[in-house]
């Protein structure tokens, strides 16, 4: 039986030894860390939530991407129209006419002819009145007219590039097209706009994540270029030489997703976008990076993990040329 002191020398080593193991014991999926990569112009703005991930995805820790680029399809800020004034006389020309009459009035004043005797009479201050009138509000109609003509073939055009280009993102809502039933592929998937997000490119989504976590478990880096942008197998190599400094190493198995939906898919600059919001299973086992073995107290069982992924490809190719662009963390 140990005494006090003994069994207290022995807590204190299991809590020493424990604090040591829990670096080895982290997590070791890929971009684990935070969140890495690009989303065109929208890198700096927060993906739409949606029914997987209802939590606002966080920043770019990690992006080449310029803060503060403009993003093409934000509108831009209307200057606010001058105040009018309302009635005939509030107008420029309206003024312009009433000072004259004031002028002429006073003019015959100081000749001894009366107020309106520096207009003649009477009869001729209404009929330079109506017909001035009747000139303005001829004028009024025609400007009108012109401006209207103008305005409809321009709104036209801009309603349907902006159907083309697909700048408004994904459906209403944020969320199109659920993708549940075990997988992307297991429900039915609404077009979005000129982008038209099908069954296949789910199906490359969810292939995509399982094979990125695997090579990236298997330090694989030639392997990963194959499935990502260069900027994010940058971050990968960085993160896979700093585990081979640190002696840590991971073994991953079992990557299945469990459901996720479409948070935004756009085309600009001759690409495709797609970001899906994903809540996958994966066995993340820490093992000793000599020996290959599992280390004392590493996880056997499914861990559950909630991500947004972001996708690329060059506009006009087909579901198989979707790389992984971007992974951010959830809340």
Same mark, same amino acid.
């Given at each position: 039986m140990l005494g006090p002191f003994k069994a207290r020398s022995v807590f204190a080593l299991a809590l020493a030894a424990t604090i040591a193991l829990a670096p080895a014991l982290a997590e070791a999926r890929a971009n684990t860390g935070g969140s890495s990569g690009s989303r065109g112009s929208r890198t700096n703005s927060a993906p739409a939530a949606t029914q997987t991930a209802p939590n606002a995805a966080q920043p770019m820790q990690r992006t080449q991407a310029q803060p503060g680029q403009a993003n093409p399809a934000?509108?831009?800020?209307?200057?606010?129209?001058?105040?009018?004034?309302?009635?005939?006389?509030?107008?420029? !020309? &309206?003024? #312009? @006419?009433?000072g004259g009459l004031l002028g002429a009035g006073?003019? =015959?004043? %100081?000749? +001894?002819?009366? *107020?309106?005797?520096?207009?003649?009479?009477?009869?001729?201050?209404l009929g330079l009145i109506l017909q001035i009138g009747l000139l303005f509000l001829i004028v009024r109609f025609a400007i009108g007219w012109f401006a209207s003509?103008?305005?409809?073939?321009?709104?036209?055009?801009?309603?349907?590039?902006?159907?083309?280009?697909? !700048? &408004?993102? #994904? @459906?209403?809502?944020?969320?199109?097209?659920?993708?549940?039933? =075990?997988? %992307?592929? +297991?429900?039915? *998937?609404?077009?979005?706009?000129?982008l038209e997000v099908q069954t296949e490119d789910y199906q490359s989504f969810e292939r995509l994540l399982a094979d990125v976590q695997t090579s990236y478990a298997d330090d694989n880096v030639n392997r990963l270029r194959t499935l990502a942008t260069d900027e994010m197998v940058g971050y990968f190599s960085d993160d896979i030489a700093e585990a081979v400094r640190n002696g840590k190493g991971s073994r991953i198995s079992g990557v299945k997703l469990l459901n996720g939906d479409l948070s935004e898919a756009w085309r600009e600059n001759g690409e495709d976008y797609a970001t899906v919001a994903m809540h996958y299973s994966l066995v993340d086992t820490p093992i000793d990076r000599a020996t290959g073995k599992p280390l004392p107290g590493a996880p056997s069982e499914p861990e559950e993990v909630t991500e947004i992924w972001t996708f690329v490809r060059p506009t006009g190719t087909g579901p198989r040329d979707w790389k992984l662009s971007a992974i951010q963390q959830v809340g």
């Open positions: 934000q509108a831009r800020p209307q200057t606010a129209a001058p105040a009018q004034t309302g009635g005939f006389f509030g107008s420029a !020309l &309206g003024k #312009g @006419l009433l006073l003019m =015959g004043l %100081l000749m +001894g002819n009366g *107020f309106g005797g520096g207009l003649g009479s009477i009869m001729s201050f003509r103008r305005q409809q073939p321009a709104m036209a055009g801009a309603g349907m590039n902006s159907a083309r280009t697909g !700048l &408004g993102g #994904g @459906l209403p809502g944020g969320a199109a097209g659920a993708m549940g039933g =075990g997988g %992307l592929a +297991g429900g039915a *998937f609404a077009p979005t706009g000129p």
